[in-house]
């Protein structure tokens, strides 16, 4: 008979579970960044509710498709149907959607800044429902991360009386997703994963789509083969591949840590405008990742 492998310690199988937690994380945080640029391109071509909530459905049926391939359980379990729908309304719609109408009122740079606020609204609710407690080393972290994305789009504030209602918007969106985070840390439904964030998507995403076809007129006839690009990029690499990485991730790390990992996502599309699209790069954005990326291997630590 073969020796048996010693048993693994705790400490070790958390070592190695964080590890995992941190790629997953960077994956996802290397998706949803790219994703700024691509996304501002098919803005020329669609507006932007129907992008995101065809994009979405595409998600849902793919992710879909492929847990039938795989053998996955795909229905919802009984008497899971409520959660699953709140989980999307705060992990999908809520975030996607009130990022997207807020900037009837506001700037991008401006709605970024108030958008990523959300790490600190999940370390505030991960206290007292996860008992996650908000340390000094958490709060260094924090205050790191969030001084690089305010460095990053300082130029876009303050913002006037005119913009508060989108304020006000982005606002409930950032914190109804730092709730469906903590939600979805505390109580995680018992679903394969490639099921439950095709579900997830699919239900968040649909909102999105209706209220795009009653306020917005698209002409997918015109769009592009860059356009078209884009809404495929959308769909498998924000929507179905970043959802599975985050998810997977806020699994194996405390929920306080992996949102405030987050906060890179914004530097990345940043970085990523300036390759792809010529956006100015300089020594206000290089500070702004030093900043997130010193917050983020903190938040990592503790």
């Given at each position: 008979m073969p020796p048996r492998r010693p048993p693994i310690s705790?400490?070790?199988?958390?070592?190695?579970?964080?590890?995992l937690g941190a790629l997953f994380l960077l994956v996802t945080i290397l998706g949803w960044g790219l994703n700024w640029p691509i996304l501002k391109s098919l803005l020329a071509e669609l507006p932007p509710l129907?992008?995101?909530?065809?994009?979405?459905?595409?998600?849902?049926?793919?992710?879909?498709?492929?847990?039938?391939?795989?053998g996955e359980r795909t229905a919802v379990p009984e008497g899971a149907c409520g959660r699953l729908l709140l989980y999307a309304l705060?992990?999908?719609?809520?975030?996607?959607?009130?990022?997207?109408?807020?900037?009837?009122?506001?700037?991008?740079?401006?709605g970024?800044?108030?958008?990523?606020?959300?790490?600190?609204?999940?370390?505030l609710l991960a206290w007292p429902m996860l008992g996650e407690r908000l340390t000094a080393a958490r709060i260094a972290a924090l205050v790191l991360a969030m001084g690089g994305v305010v460095v990053l789009l300082a130029d876009d504030l303050p913002v006037g009386r005119a913009a508060l209602p989108g304020v006000a918007?982005?606002?409930?969106?950032?914190?109804?997703?730092?709730?469906?985070?903590?939600?979805?840390?505390?109580?995680?439904?018992?679903?394969?994963?490639?099921a439950l964030v095709g579900w997830q998507v699919g239900l968040g995403c649909l909102p999105l789509l209706v209220a795009g076809f009653l306020l917005e007129t698209a002409d997918f006839?015109?769009?592009?083969?860059?356009?078209?690009?884009?809404?495929?990029?959308?769909?498998?690499?924000?929507?179905c591949l970043c959802y599975l990485a985050w998810f997977a991730a806020l699994r194996?790390?405390?929920?306080?840590?992996?949102a405030i990992g987050t906060l890179l996502t914004p530097v990345v599309g940043v970085l990523a405008g300036a390759l792809m699209l010529g956006e100015p790069l300089g020594l206000r954005e290089v500070a702004a990742l030093l900043l997130t990326l010193g917050g983020i291997l903190l938040a990592l630590r503790t």
């Amino acid at each position: 008979m073969p020796p048996r492998r010693p048993p693994i310690s705790a400490d070790l199988a958390t070592a190695r579970a964080r590890t995992l937690g941190a790629l997953f994380l960077l994956v996802t945080i290397l998706g949803w960044g790219l994703n700024w640029p691509i996304l501002k391109s098919l803005l020329a071509e669609l507006p932007p509710l129907t992008a995101r909530g065809w994009a979405g459905v595409w998600a849902m049926a793919g992710l879909l498709f492929a847990a039938w391939l795989a053998g996955e359980r795909t229905a919802v379990p009984e008497g899971a149907c409520g959660r699953l729908l709140l989980y999307a309304l705060l992990n999908v719609t809520a975030w996607m959607g009130c990022a997207t109408v807020g900037l009837l009122w506001i700037g991008a740079g401006e709605g970024a800044i108030i958008a990523y606020t959300m790490p600190a609204w999940a370390a505030l609710l991960a206290w007292p429902m996860l008992g996650e407690r908000l340390t000094a080393a958490r709060i260094a972290a924090l205050v790191l991360a969030m001084g690089g994305v305010v460095v990053l789009l300082a130029d876009d504030l303050p913002v006037g009386r005119a913009a508060l209602p989108g304020v006000a918007i982005i606002l409930s969106g950032a914190v109804l997703f730092a709730f469906g985070t903590i939600l979805t840390k505390k109580s995680p439904l018992d679903m394969p994963p490639l099921a439950l964030v095709g579900w997830q998507v699919g239900l968040g995403c649909l909102p999105l789509l209706v209220a795009g076809f009653l306020l917005e007129t698209a002409d997918f006839a015109a769009l592009s083969p860059a356009g078209w690009a884009a809404m495929v990029y959308m769909a498998v690499l924000p929507l179905c591949l970043c959802y599975l990485a985050w998810f997977a991730a806020l699994r194996r790390l405390p929920a306080g840590a992996a949102a405030i990992g987050t906060l890179l996502t914004p530097v990345v599309g940043v970085l990523a405008g300036a390759l792809m699209l010529g956006e100015p790069l300089g020594l206000r954005e290089v500070a702004a990742l030093l900043l997130t990326l010193g917050g983020i291997l903190l938040a990592l630590r503790t």
